[in-house]
């Protein structure tokens, strides 16, 4: 048997994920096998949680996924872990649209129960009819107890206990405020390299010095281990996939790769670093963060000429967001500096007066439906003569702008795509 719960707050910035990464490495530091999961589509967090747990991460979504491959990924990989923790997205009942895709959603279809995580600085008893409400909303969501974060002092956490106390949720302890442990958020969040491993050690040690984790532990679900089933052979393993991947380009899913490994042969290279492109039958231009090695990216002309070359003789390529970005003419920097790129396409994407967009997107072509998600804040410009194909929805089931570019075999958007849920006929390769 095996342990496992979903951590999820009532709001955002309640610290979930810093909460997460260090149960995550301190249970790992005493010899436990832990499987982390993030709720929702989120990248960033699962490359943390991945480096936490010494383990790859995995995102478990119930907008972009169906289902049953849901509760298949959980089942798979909690089965050769000790102990699986689940990051919840948002506040507790914050989806798409309603509690679609929501933490409170994930943890129903699971059945798992939910430790709250509450960054109750500013309040006292008022946190009783809070709980309150999360608690009877929908009680099918398990809450098995709260941890109150951001608390200087036992006699401020006593309101809170009582709080608890008169609702009737376990209170779990509470986590004093230690800047520290601070995890950067969003954008900033992958440029902690070089103290990744200080902050979430002391993360571990913090938490673990001021609450119970074997209390934690205890209110978790066991959960039963299930007969591995045996995979599906390769097809067309005499193809070559050529994937980048380097600090410009890391923005993938686990369970995406895992489908084109069995779709051919996967070798990696880095548009930031190599000189040569693989000779290869697809190309995965993944995204990421070129913006912030547009200046490598630019000069490495012998890799943007020879993209250019692959598209140009009808290699299949795809690319999402930072991957689209690299295929265009160029891309502009926040001070207004253009920096050439592999002009397979005419348009420029640019980063100055920085928007964002975000959201689920529901890509409908010919006879193909395959959901992903969105989120850059780059515009494009310059391209109206592009071929486009298919249309594109948002959750609530609106056609949205976003455009999916098309030259020859080459196929790029800023869409995010799942693909690994996909049956093999759906799909060119």
């Known amino acids: 048997m095996s342990k496992a719960f979903l951590i999820a707050a009532p709001w955002s910035n309640s610290g979930k994920t810093t909460l997460t990464l260090g149960l995550a490495r301190w249970l790992t530091n005493q010899g436990f096998k832990v499987q982390a999961f993030k709720c929702g589509p989120d990248y960033i967090d699962t490359i943390h949680h991945s480096r936490a747990a010494k383990k790859a991460a995995i995102n478990l979504d119930t907008v972009m996924m169906p289902e049953e491959h849901v509760i298949t990924l959980f089942n798979t990989y909690q089965q050769e872990a000790d102990i699986s923790i ?19 959603a994930l943890a129903k279809l699971l059945d798992i129960p939910v430790i709250l995580v509450v960054n109750a600085s500013s309040m006292a008893y008022t946190m009783a009819p809070i709980l309150h409400g ?19 002092t036992e006699s401020h956490y006593s309101f809170l206990k009582d709080a608890c106390d008169a609702v009737g949720i376990p209170s779990l302890g509470y986590i004093p405020p230690n800047n520290e442990i601070t995890i950067p958020s969003r954008h900033l969040g992958l440029h902690i390299e070089d103290t ?6 002391k993360a571990a040690s913090h938490i673990a010095t001021h609450i119970s984790i074997p209390q934690i532990i205890e209110v978790a679900k066991e959960i039963e281990r299930f007969q591995k089933e045996i995979g599906e052979k390769k097809l067309n393993s005499n193809k070559i996939i050529a994937i980048a991947n380097d600090e410009a380009f890391s923005f993938t899913y686990v369970e995406n790769l895992k489908w084109l490994e069995d779709k051919g042969t996967i070798v990696y290279f880095s548009p930031v670093h190599d000189h040569k492109l693989p000779d290869a039958d697809y190309i995965y231009l ?19 000429t020879q993209i250019k070359a692959a598209a140009d003789q009808g290699v299949i390529i795809y690319a999402e967001c930072g991957g689209m970005m690299y295929l265009g003419k160029s891309i502009i920097d926040e001070s207004g500096v253009a920096y050439p790129m592999a002009q397979v396409f005419p348009f420029t994407t640019s980063m100055e007066n920085k928007k964002l967009s975000l959201g689920y997107r529901k890509v409908v072509w010919n006879d193909l439906e395959i959901w992903g998600h969105e989120f850059h804040y780059s515009s494009v410009s310059n391209d109206d003569s592009i071929s486009k ?37 759906n799909i060119c390769i």
């Open 86 to 104: 689940i990051e919840g997205v948002m506040g507790l009942f914050d989806g798409a649209v309603k509690d679609q895709g929501s933490s409170a």
């Open 134 to 152: 999360l608690k009877t909303f929908d009680p099918n969501v398990k809450i098995a107890g709260v941890l109150f974060n951001f608390i200087k």
């Open 196 to 201: 990744f491993e200080t902050v979430v050690e």
């Open 286 to 304: 993944a995204g990421g963060y070129p913006e912030l090695h547009l200046k490598k990216l630019s000069e490495n002309k012998a890799m943007c």
């Open 389 to 425: 194909i298919g249309h594109v929805f948002s959750a609530r089931e609106k056609e949205v702008i976003t455009k999916i570019y098309t030259y020859k075999n080459v196929y790029a958007s800023y869409i995010h795509l799942y693909w690994a849920a996909l049956k093999q006929e």
